[in-house]
């Protein structure tokens, strides 16, 4: 029976599911959480992987990493401009 996990950058597999709808509802309220406690572009990442036989082997089926938010920088500024500590603006990028 196929198994779904959700992984992240700060504790690898963090929930197991039976059902593919609940690990989505969990990667998504991660990724959402990580973004507002703070994020780095060279590591944070959120991913959903899938398996057979209890997780001793895994294929990711759905990965987001973060990214530096152009767009948002070329409409408001940085967020130095905008009072806020932080250097970049950030957004999810799903890569898988």
């Given at each position: 029976?196929?198994?779904?996990?959700?992984?992240?950058?700060?504790?690898?597999?963090?929930?197991?599911?039976?059902?593919?709808?609940?690990?989505?509802?969990?990667?998504?309220?991660?990724?959402?959480?990580?973004?507002?406690?703070?994020?780095?572009?060279?590591?944070?990442?959120?991913?959903?992987?899938?398996?057979?036989?209890?997780?001793?082997n895994?294929k990711?089926?759905?990965?987001?990493?973060?990214?530096?938010?152009?767009?948002?920088t070329?409409?408001?500024?940085?967020?130095?401009?905008?009072?806020?500590?932080?250097?970049?603006?950030?957004?999810?990028?799903?890569?898988?």
């Amino acid at each position: 029976m196929k198994k779904y996990g959700v992984c992240d950058d700060w504790n690898g597999l963090i929930e197991e599911y039976d059902s593919l709808e609940e690990a989505e509802k969990l990667y998504n309220s991660v990724k959402d959480s990580r973004m507002s406690e703070g994020v780095d572009i060279n590591d944070t990442f959120v991913s959903i992987v899938e398996s057979d036989d209890d997780f001793e082997n895994e294929k990711e089926i759905k990965k987001s990493i973060v990214e530096v938010d152009e767009e948002l920088t070329k409409e408001i500024g940085t967020p130095n401009e905008n009072g806020y500590e932080w250097t970049y603006w950030a957004k999810w990028k799903e890569i898988i």
